[in-house]
C-alpha cells in the first residue's frame, strides 16, 4: 500500500511530542495529571513534549490506550521523525546502493 506524504519532503515530520502539545490542552487535564495517568514521570512527559525523548514503544502503548488510537500512530510518528533525522545526520557516502538481480 502506498501512502502520499502531505508534507515537503525537505520539512521534517513532527515529533510525536508536538502532537500531544496540541492534544492535551483539549483533555482538560493537566500534563502533571496526563504523566500521572500514564504512569509515567512528569519529567518524561514534559521530555517528550519539548522534543527531548522519544516516544518509546512502552510509552506509545500507554498514549494510544489513552487516546484510542493506539500505538501503532505514535510508534509511526517518532520512526518518521527518527528515519528524518538519521537520513540527514548520518554520513552515507562510503555505502553503496546494490541493485538486486
Not at 513532527?14 to 502539545?21: D, V
Request: hydrophobic residues 40%; contains cysteine.
Amino acid at each position: 500500500m502506498n501512502y502520499e506524504v502531505n508534507r515537503p519532503l525537505a520539512r521534517c515530520p513532527s515529533h510525536p511530542g508536538a502532537l500531544l502539545e496540541d492534544i492535551i490542552p483539549a483533555t482538560g487535564k493537566t500534563k502533571v495529571e496526563i504523566a500521572s495517568m500514564l504512569g509515567i514521570s512528569r519529567q518524561q512527559l514534559y521530555d517528550i513534549i519539548g522534543e527531548r525523548k522519544p516516544v518509546s514503544p512502552s510509552v506509545a502503548a500507554r498514549l494510544g490506550k489513552m487516546f484510542g488510537d493506539g500505538a501503532a500512530i505514535w510508534l509511526r510518528m517518532q520512526a518518521g521523525y527518527d528515519a528524518w533525522h538519521a537520513e540527514r545526520e548520518t554520513d552515507l557516502s562510503k555505502v553503496p546502493t546494490l541493485k538486486v538481480a
